[in-house]
């Protein structure tokens, strides 16, 4: 990962791009990165993020108006609550991985909705941080068959971890296809900031044109980018250990 750095940073210095996706903070690179990102969460398009942590809360606001319901775990970590605090919406909490109260909490967010015209959105985590259990994803994507919502999953913990190929607690759990927002950052498994959404291509264009975080503050410096290459590549040519 050093050597990933030095060349990145020797090829581009530390700053670069210097600016916003959407100004001068484009690459190719960064392009290229996102499809490959996109293609090893089996989705149709990606997209990366400055830092997991402002990366989730401008990802919450941008997904959420006031007519759509939030359903959280109560163990979700501080970015997520922070992403909550900003939606003007109700928001509903289930305690931690207990499905048939997320089953209650759903059919109050589902009357609810009725009314409003609102949709649904379902966060959780795919690897929790504090005591290292799962997310019950596949049990989560399950509840699809009686309730319509979206899932949206933070894996900061399990990209690059969990699973066959290092794909994540989805990959793991046989539920890729159910989650439809997979959110994987760089700090843990690769030892890098920043991190990425892979999603529907109409969520992750949705989002390339919305999300303030992305917007409004620079893009990933360009030895990130590479390092992010060289890890994703040591992922996929891995063969992983079944625990
Ligand atoms: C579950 C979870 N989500 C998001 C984050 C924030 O990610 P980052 O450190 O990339 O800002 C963390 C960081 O510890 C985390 O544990």
Do not use: W
């Not at 939606?87 to 509903?92: N, P």
């Amino acid at each position: 990962m050093r050597k990933a750095d030095a060349d990145g940073a020797s090829q581009y210095g530390l700053g670069l791009p210097m600016g916003a996706r959407m100004m001068s903070g484009e690459s190719d690179l960064h392009i290229k990165l996102e499809k490959e990102l996109a293609a090893f969460e089996k989705k149709e398009d990606a997209i990366l993020l400055n830092f997991g942590y402002q990366g989730m809360v401008s990802a919450i606001d941008c997904l959420v108006d006031r007519h759509d319901v939030i359903v959280y775990d109560s163990e979700s970590h501080a970015c997520i609550i922070d992403g909550l605090r900003m939606h003007m919406g109700k928001r509903f909490v289930f305690p931690h991985n207990d499905i048939s109260n997320l089953e209650k909490q759903l059919e109050r967010a589902s009357k609810l909705v009725n009314e409003s015209g609102g949709c649904i959105l379902v966060i959780t985590e795919g690897v929790f941080g504090m005591s290292g259990d799962q997310g019950k994803l596949k049990e989560i994507v399950d509840l699809k068959k009686k309730f319509q919502f979206r899932l949206f999953v933070d894996d900061a913990h399990g990209f690059g971890t969990m699973g066959k190929t290092g794909a994540g607690t989805c990959e793991e759990q046989g539920v890729m296809d159910g989650v439809d927002i997979y959110f994987g950052t760089f700090p843990k498994s690769m030892a890098l900031i920043g991190g990425f959404i892979a999603s529907d291509a109409q969520v992750v264009e949705f989002k390339r044109y919305n999300m303030r975080s992305q917007i409004f503050a620079k893009s990933l410096p360009m030895p990130l980018v590479i390092g992010a290459f060289k890890k994703i590549r040591t992922f996929k040519n891995k063969t992983r250990v079944k625990r």
